[in-house]
C-alpha cells in the first residue's frame, strides 16, 4: 500500500478512546439484556459477560464469570444476574416453582452476593474478556461504592398467565412480608429472598422489560431501585402489589410537593407513612391510556438525540485532537460523558430541544454561544458554541480554534450563571458549511467558589474577547414532564415588549410614587428611634 495513502486511511478511522467489548450476547436471554443495558446505560458504562481471574495464573487455570452484566457510574455499581430456566409445570405448581425458584431466584442472589464481595475486595480484578487481558473500561471504584444488585429471570411468564388465568401479564406479584423459605409456598410472588443479607430487587422477562423502557436513562433507573430498596426492605410499610407494573405506574405518576422527584406515594410534611399500602390492578394499563403519558412517548422522542450525542462522543473521541490547555486523561473525558448521561429523560428532553434549537437559529457565518441554566444550586450548567468555519483554515485548523473558542466561552460562562460550579461545553461546526462531515468538541470545567477579584477578572476577559454580548436572547423552557395541552410549544423565546407612550407614564408614576413612599418610611423610621 502507499504510505500516503495508508496515512489518509489512519486519518479517516479516529483514534478510539475506551476499549468497548462488540459482543451482543451468546445466547437469546444475554442479547435481550444487552441490548436493555445499551439502550438505558450506553456502552461505555455497562459491560456484559464480565469476567473474573480467580483461579486463573499464568495463563493456566479456569476464569470465572462474574455476572452477566455490570453498570459502573461514578461510585453507584449494578449487578445483574440473568437466569432463563424452564418452568416444568408438568410437575405440578408445588413442585415446579419451588424448583424454579430455586434455579432462578435463589442461584440469581447467590451469584449476585458473592460478586459483590469480589468486588468490594478486589475492585480491579474484572474484566471484559474470558482471557482476563482487557480491563474494564471505566473501572470500578476502590471506595465508598453504591452496589445494587438486580436478578433478571425469565421462564415463568406462561406458566404465572396461566395460574392467574389469564389475567395480567404474567409479572411476580410483589408482597414484602414474604421473606426466605416463605417463597416456596406462594407461588409467582416475590418478597426479599434473603433478607439478612444485601437486598436484591427481583424482576422477571415481563418487568425487567417495562422499567427499563419507561427508565431508560442511568439516572432514571438508580432512582427506582433506591427508592424501590427503601420501598420494600426499610420503610415498614406492608406492600403489595399485582405485578411490578403497578408499583412503576404508581411512581411515573407520583412526585413529591415541588414535582422534583418520583415517589411511590406521598405523605404531607410531619405525617407518618402508612402501615400497609395495596397497589392494585390496572394503574399501568390506565397510565398509559393517559392523554398526559402519550403526550410524553411524543416528545421524548427528541431526547434521544442527546443520547446519540454521547455515543459519537464514546466512539469518535481522538485524544491526539486536543490543545495543550484542553487534554484530559480518560477519567476525565469519562467524566464529562458522565455528567451528560447523568441527566433524567426528562432533563435530556429539555437540553436536546435547546441544542437543537441553536443549531436551527444560527446564520451562516454566524458564531452563537448557549447557556442551559436553571438556577438551581448544583445542577450542572451546559454551553452550547457553534462556531464557523472560515474559508481559509483547513479542518484541523478550524477545530484548534474552535477549542479556543469553547474554552473561553465555559470559562467565562460563571457570568451567566452565578449558582453554577460545574460546566460541561460542547462545541458543534455551523450547520451552514460548504464540506462534508463534521464533530463535536466536549470540555469539562469545575470551580467550587469564585472570590470576587476572579470575578471581575472572569467579566474582563468577556469584554476582551466580545462573549455574551448584552442582554442576549433568553429562552425559557415551560413543558411539564408529562405536558398539559397548553404546554405543545415548550421553547419559548422571552421578549421584552417596548413601552408605548402611555404605558411609559404610568411607569414613571408608579416608581415616583414608590419613592415618595420610601422617603415617607424613612423618616419616621428617624422620629421613632428619636422619641426612645
Known amino acids: 500500500m502507499d504510505p500516503d495513502a495508508e496515512e489518509i486511511q489512519e486519518k479517516a478511522q479516529p483514534t478510539k478512546l475506551f476499549d468497548l467489548p462488540e459482543t451482543e450476547g451468546v445466547n437469546e436471554s444475554e442479547r435481550i439484556l444487552t441490548a436493555l443495558c445499551r439502550r438505558t446505560f450506553l456502552r461505555l458504562w455497562s459491560q456484559t459477560n464480565v469476567y473474573t481471574d480467580d483461579g486463573f495464573k499464568n495463563g493456566k487455570g479456569a476464569t470465572k464469570e462474574l455476572c452477566d452484566a455490570l453498570v459502573v457510574f461514578g461510585k453507584e455499581v449494578i449487578l445483574f444476574s440473568d437466569k432463563h430456566v424452564f418452568f416444568n409445570d408438568a410437575k405440578g405448581l408445588k413442585v415446579a416453582w419451588p424448583r424454579w425458584y430455586k434455579k432462578a431466584v435463589f442461584e440469581s442472589c447467590r451469584q449476585l452476593h458473592g460478586a459483590k464481595l469480589w468486588l468490594e475486595r478486589f475492585p480491579q480484578r474484572a474484566f471484559l474478556d474470558a482471557k482476563c487481558t482487557r480491563p474494564l473500561p471505566v473501572p470500578v471504584p476502590t471506595e465508598n461504592i453504591t452496589f445494587h444488585l438486580v436478578a433478571v429471570t425469565r421462564g415463568s411468564r406462561d406458566a404465572a398467565l396461566a395460574h392467574n388465568g389469564g389475567v395480567g401479564r404474567g409479572s411476580f406479584a410483589v408482597i414484602n412480608a414474604i421473606k426466605g423459605d416463605a417463597h416456596n409456598e406462594l407461588p409467582f410472588v416475590i418478597g426479599i429472598p434473603q433478607p439478612e443479607k444485601h437486598f436484591v ?231 451552514h458549511k460548504d464540506y462534508d462531515g463534521g464533530a463535536e468538541d466536549l470540555m469539562v470545567y469545575s470551580q467550587e467558589s469564585w472570590s470576587a477579584a476572579e470575578l471581575v477578572e472572569l467579566e474582563r476577559k468577556r469584554v476582551e474577547l466580545g462573549l455574551w454580548k448584552g442582554k442576549g436572547e433568553q429562552w425559557r423552557l415551560r413543558q411539564d414532564e408529562f405536558p398539559g395541552d397548553d404546554q405543545r410549544a415548550a421553547l419559548r423565546r422571552v421578549v421584552e415588549e417596548p413601552l408605548v407612550p402611555s404605558q411609559k407614564h404610568n411607569a414613571d408614576k408608579k416608581r415616583k410614587a414608590a419613592k415618595r413612599q420610601r422617603k415617607v418610611q424613612a423618616a419616621s423610621k428617624r422620629r421613632n428611634r428619636n422619641k426612645k
Open 201 to 431: 430487587h427481583v424482576f422477571d422477562e415481563v418487568s425487567i422489560d417495562l422499567v427499563l423502557r419507561e427508565l431508560d436513562t442511568v439516572v432514571d433507573f438508580l432512582d427506582y431501585l433506591k427508592k424501590r430498596q427503601v420501598l420494600l426492605g426499610t420503610s415498614g410499610t406492608m406492600v403489595s402489589a399485582t405485578g411490578e407494573e403497578e408499583l412503576l405506574a404508581a411512581y411515573l405518576r407520583t412526585t413529591d410537593a415541588q414535582g422534583q422527584e418520583h415517589l411511590f406515594f406521598d405523605v404531607a410534611h410531619g405525617e407518618a407513612p402508612p402501615g400497609a399500602i395495596v397497589f392494585g390492578a390496572g394503574s399501568y394499563d390506565a397510565l398509559t391510556e393517559d392523554i398526559g403519558y402519550k403526550r410524553k412517548q411524543l416528545v421524548d422522542r427528541v431526547s434521544y438525540a442527546w443520547d446519540q450525542l454521547i455515543d459519537r462522543f464514546i466512539d469518535y473521541g481522538d485524544p491526539k485532537h486536543l490543545m495543550p490547555y484542553l487534554v484530559q486523561t480518560n477519567a476525565e473525558t469519562e467524566h464529562g460523558l458522565r455528567l451528560m448521561a447523568a441527566e433524567s429523560r426528562y432533563r435530556r428532553r429539555q437540553l436536546a430541544m435547546s441544542l437543537l434549537n441553536a443549531v436551527e437559529r444560527v446564520e451562516p457565518g454566524m458564531r452563537l454561544g448557549r447557556v442551559v441554566y436553571g438556577g438551581i444550586a448544583g445542577e450542572t450548567v451546559f454551553v452550547f458554541v457553534i462556531v464557523p468555519k472560515r474559508s481559509t483554515e483547513t479542518y484541523d485548523e478550524y477545530r484548534t480554534y474552535r477549542r479556543g473558542v469553547l474554552h473561553a466561552y465555559v470559562r467565562t460562562a460563571k457570568l451567566k450563571a452565578p449558582l453554577g460550579t460545574v460546566f460541561v461545553g460542547i462545541a458543534l461546526d455551523n450547520p
